[in-house]
Nanobody
Framework: QVQLVESGGGLVQPGGSLRLSCAVS????????MGWYRQAPGKERELVAN??????NYATTVKGRFTISRDNAQNIVYLQMNSLKPEDTAVYYCSADVLPIAYAGLGRYLEVWGQGTLVTVSS
């Protein structure tokens, strides 16, 4: 069974920084794209950033402030968040397109989600 576990959320003042981590565990053959999404109260979940084959993509609202990176050896994806604003307050979710060993022969990737970690930006 494949699991994603996020960590690093918390309370930070405006202008501060946080780094989120997401570790993928289980019987994995390979991982394709990985990404971070967020959902603020009363709003729909939105893409924050994703990374695939070292190609990164960012939402315009975070470009220049957030940086996504991954450690392929450890199956971890990070989100470095700088110059945080109150509007960045949300539950942040990690997502990964994972090919489990059991499905390797079929080439069937699964989209797996973490449980979410709360980021609160407030003075």
């Amino acid at each position: 069974q494949v699991q994603l576990v996020e960590s690093g959320g918390g309370l930070v003042q405006p202008g501060g920084s946080l780094r989120l981590s997401c570790a993928v565990s289980g019987n994995i053959f390979s991982i394709n794209a990985m990404g971070w999404y967020r959902q603020a109260p009363g709003k729909e979940r939105e893409l924050v950033a994703n990374i695939s084959n070292s190609i990164t993509n960012y939402a315009t609202t975070v470009k220049g402030r957030f940086t996504i990176s991954r450690d392929n050896a450890q199956n971890i994806v990070y989100l470095q968040m700088n110059s945080l604003k109150p509007e960045d307050t949300a539950v942040y979710y990690c997502s990964a397109d994972v090919l489990p060993i059991a499905y390797a022969g079929l080439g069937r990737y699964l989209e797996v989600w973490g449980q979410g970690t709360l980021v609160t930006v407030s003075s």
